[in-house]
């Protein structure tokens, strides 16, 4: 099993101190693997924050991010009745094992809009926003913090953001992070994986769809019963986060 590639990129995400956690991955693979009564089959060659090794029929996935990875586990075992996540079997610290989506390839395109507004309406409808560590303001500032370490000026971004929360009223437990790579085209339609849940508007989980297909936000905001302008608006500040005013 060759976890090189994970190395380099757990590295860039954590820094010189995820060397550590790796050079102890492999034991704490096969101490797993014997324990579950998993056949370790080679890691997915993508994650920025955790490793995802194939075993057999499912996945185990590790990360050095203890309680976020317990809280993926929760907001994922809240999502089931949706149908629209994979299945959570085994977890401990720092480790799950979860249902393999099979066949399942990443969307790599926007879906269509009434597609992506059913994926939505179905999380939402069976998630209890009380159970989200942080609300959209507090994920954002976490966001805006590591940009703004990067030499970027986010004030126009902040504000907005301000002023959109402040004028939500319809919170939900929202994934957080519904990029195209967290999204798959699997056997019950559209799935999705690693949520970065927080509790807010509805229309926050459309940032990263209006980004990639901003002629389609209209078609998306009627599909989901959404204020279109919100939409626009929430596009905007991770607009002005790539590219500041």
């Given at each position: 099993m060759n976890l090189d590639p994970a190395r380099a990129r757990m590295a860039r995400r954590?820094?010189?101190?995820?060397?550590?956690w790796m050079d102890a991955l492999p034991a704490r693979i096969t101490e797993l693997a014997e324990r579950w009564g998993l056949k370790v089959g080679e890691p997915y060659p993508t994650g920025n924050s955790s490793v995802a090794v194939r075993c057999d029929d499912v996945v185990l996935k590790l990360s050095p991010q203890v309680d976020f990875l317990a809280e993926q586990v929760r907001v994922l075992r809240m999502y089931e009745?949706?149908?629209?996540?994979?299945?959570?079997?085994?977890?401990?610290?720092?480790?799950?094992?979860?249902?393999?989506?099979?066949p399942g390839t990443f969307v790599t395109e926007a879906p269509p809009p009434a597609e992506f507004a059913a994926l939505m309406a179905d999380l939402h409808a069976v998630g209890d926003p009380a159970i989200a560590e942080r609300d959209i303001r507090t994920a954002l500032e976490e966001f805006f913090v590591r940009v703004?370490?990067?030499?970027?000026?986010?004030g126009s971004a902040r504000q907005l953001r301000d002023e959109l929360v402040a004028t939500q009223d319809d919170v939900v437990l929202l994934h957080g992070d519904l990029h195209f790579n967290n999204i798959?085209?699997?056997?019950?339609?559209?799935?999705?994986?690693?949520?970065?849940?927080?509790?807010?508007?509805?229309?926050?989980?459309?940032?990263?769809?209006?980004?990639?297909?901003?002629?389609?936000?209209?078609?998306?905001?009627?599909?989901?019963?959404?204020?279109?302008?919100?939409?626009?608006?929430?596009?905007?500040?991770?607009?002005w986060v790539d590219s500041p005013p």
């Open positions: 954590f820094g010189p101190e995820a060397h550590a009745p949706s149908g629209r996540v994979p299945k959570v079997f085994q977890h401990e610290d720092g480790a799950m094992v979860m249902e393999i989506i099979e703004e370490n990067r030499g970027v000026d986010i798959l085209a699997g056997p019950r339609g559209l799935m999705v994986i690693d949520p970065k849940a927080c509790a807010g508007d509805r229309a926050f989980d459309t940032i990263d769809y209006a980004m990639a297909a901003p002629d389609r936000v209209r078609e998306l905001a009627d599909a989901a019963s959404l204020d279109v302008d919100r939409i626009v608006a929430w596009r905007q500040v991770l607009h």
